[in-house]
Nanobody, 123 residues
Framework: QVQLVESGGGSVQSGGSLRLSCAAS????????MGWFRQSPGKERERVAD???????TYADSAKGRFTISRDNAKNTLYLQMNSLKPEDTAMYYC?????????????????WGQGTQVTVSS
């Protein structure tokens, strides 16, 4: 059983940057897709970015050019570098481990989730 713990959230002004981390324990995540999701009040949770076991990345249109997902398998840690933050990026951010080595878009393909870290961007 893998446990995921996010950190790095906080409050920043528009245009600022944050780096989220997701530390995994209990088992290695290196053979699995890992993803970042976010949920704002009153909205459905949405995928922000994911990275396959071999390093292929995909991004939501809202994240392209501003966010970078990466992983350090030696540290069993997932990252999300967020630059040029906007108020609409305000949300609870979750990391998740996928069911397979490749990434799929559906949340049902991510059986393991962290508890989330809050990101608030003020204008």
């Amino acid at each position: 059983q893998v446990q995921l713990v996010e950190s790095g959230g906080g409050s920043v002004q528009s245009g600022g940057s944050l780096r989220l981390s997701c530390a995994a324990s209990g088992s290695s995540t290196s053979d699995y897709c890992m993803g970042w999701f976010r949920q704002s009040p009153g909205k459905e949770r949405e995928r922000v970015a994911d990275i396959s076991s071999d390093g292929r990345t995909t991004y939501a249109d809202s994240a392209k050019g501003r966010f970078t997902i990466s992983r350090d398998n030696a540290k069993n840690t997932l990252y999300l570098q967020m630059n040029s933050l906007k108020p609409e990026d305000t949300a609870m951010y979750y990391c998740a481990r996928g069911r397979f080595s490749s990434c799929w878009a559906g949340e049902r393909d991510y059986p393991y989730w962290g508890q989330g870290t809050q990101v608030t961007v003020s204008s």
